[in-house]
């Protein structure tokens, strides 16, 4: 599952926008709700919510529509490259001059992009319009947020220094930087931001799992994203997988019969349905289970 494994979308960078658009108006922010719907991939209903914070404020509109669109590939096993595309259409909505917080928001969304296809060149360029930006967003008051924001850019940055050390040099090593990284992403995972929270829980289970197989760091992570939003049947691929890894085959095989009955009874399309059921009973017979 290295293509959901390597998913930075991000969302956090919606709280920017639309704190902006609060100032325009008092009603209720429904931010909350959309990250709700697209972790649980509810799609339905985070269209719903895409359209009431559109009418709101036009650039948070546009960072919740790229994480829809990533997230509906995924959903499907689709290949994320026609992203790019779709991104760069985006983009062209943007309103100048440009806004940092976006600006780093499209950045890293290319620049995992661009690594999931092994494309370490462009993605190294990328990570160069995230480094331009980096001075002036941590400028910003938001602490959390920019816990975040760090956090994520020096664990990336540490991935990057390993894949083209040649390209990323720097007086801090891959290992600094990561581990810096990694503290600040722990301090986010208590966040009473549920963004934000969820976006460090994620990181980190995808770090231990992935990176450093480590899978009981990984499992408090991934029981969070679980518990949290057991609709999504990527956190539960991970989830079996590092259940199994630890030996709990009955928590594992539970939480594998639990996710396909949701599954059927989701509001997912065919294709997502199928694709979902496919994913869990692969993370079962991976493992062995």
Not at 109 to 124: D, G, P, Q, T
Not at 139 to 149: A, F
Not at 206 to 214: F, G
Not at 236 to 247: N, S
Request: aromatic letters at 10%; a positive charge.
């Amino acid at each position: 599952m290295k293509k959901a494994g390597y998913i930075l979308f991000f969302l956090c960078l919606l709280c920017g926008a639309e704190s902006r658009a609060q100032k325009k108006a008092a009603a209720g922010n429904p931010k909350s709700g959309l990250y709700q719907a697209i972790m649980n991939l509810d799609f339905p209903a985070a269209r719903g919510y895409l359209s009431s914070i559109d009418l709101v404020n036009t650039e948070a509109g546009i960072v919740g529509e790229t994480q829809f669109l990533w997230w509906y590939a995924i959903s499907e096993g689709e290949s994320l490259h026609p992203l790019l595309l779709l991104i760069d259409s985006l983009t062209t909505l943007l309103p100048t001059p440009e806004d940092p917080l976006l600006s780093t928001h499209f950045s890293m969304v290319k620049m995992r992009l661009f690594a999931l296809e092994s494309n370490y060149i462009k993605a190294w360029k990328a990570w160069a319009a995230v480094e331009k930006n980096l001075p002036a967003l941590l400028q910003q008051k938001n602490d959390s947020l920019i816990y975040l924001i760090e956090g994520m850019c020096r664990c990336i940055k540490g991935e990057l220094q390993q894949k083209i050390p040649l390209l990323m040099r720097d007086s801090v090593t891959h290992s600094v930087n990561t581990a810096k990284g990694i503290h600040l992403l722990r301090l986010c995972t208590t966040n009473q931001n549920p963004v934000i929270r969820g976006e460090a829980n994620y990181y980190l289970m995808r770090y231990y799992a992935d990176i450093t197989i480590n899978p009981l760091e990984a499992l408090t992570y991934s029981t969070y994203l679980i518990t949290t939003y057991p609709q999504n049947y990527i956190f539960r691929y991970y989830h079996i997988q590092i259940l199994l890894a630890i030996d709990q085959r009955p928590e594992a095989l539970k939480m594998a019969i639990e996710g396909k009955q949701l599954i059927r009874k989701s509001n997912l399309n065919p294709e997502q349905k199928a694709y979902g059921i496919k994913l869990i009973t692969r993370a079962c017979s991976l493992s062995g289970g």
